[in-house]
């Protein structure tokens, strides 16, 4: 079954860190350039960062520039999303998503671009 399942959330504190996992089963995500994205309630899904095939990001959203980085584990099929400096506007449900048409040194941050996504992980945090 070809899928993408996202892992690691959970409910952490204000000014805490989590570290999200993006696993492939079906395919392998060498050749694709992932992208990390988030939907609040009531909010349409925004783009947070991403990582191209060479393992680059070349976009960050404002808002998690210096908190966020993507990365990616070929060997196990795997894309991380580390979150540092957890605050108050972060909760929302986290997707990843594989794009076959990102290139070495590009990743896209619009959810078009995008053609697999996962089932999303909960991030809550605690007030």
């Known amino acids: 079954q070809v899928q993408l399942v996202e892992s690691g959330g959970g409910l952490v504190q204000p000014g805490g860190s989590l570290r999200l996992s993006c696993t492939a089963s079906?395919?392998?995500?060498?050749?694709?350039?992932i992208g990390w994205f988030r939907q609040a309630p009531g909010k349409e899904r925004e783009g947070v960062t991403c990582v191209t095939v060479n393992g680059d990001s070349t976009y960050s959203a404002d808002s998690v520039q210096g908190r966020f980085t993507a990365s990616r584990d070929n060997a196990a099929n795997t894309v991380y999303l580390q979150m540092n400096s957890l605050n108050p506007e972060d909760p929302s449900v986290y997707f990843c998503a594989a794009d076959p048409t990102g290139g070495d040194h590009f990743c896209s941050s619009s959810v078009y671009s995008y053609s697999r996504w996962g089932q999303g992980t909960q991030v809550p945090v605690s007030s």
């Open positions: 079906g395919f392998t995500l060498d050749y694709y350039a």
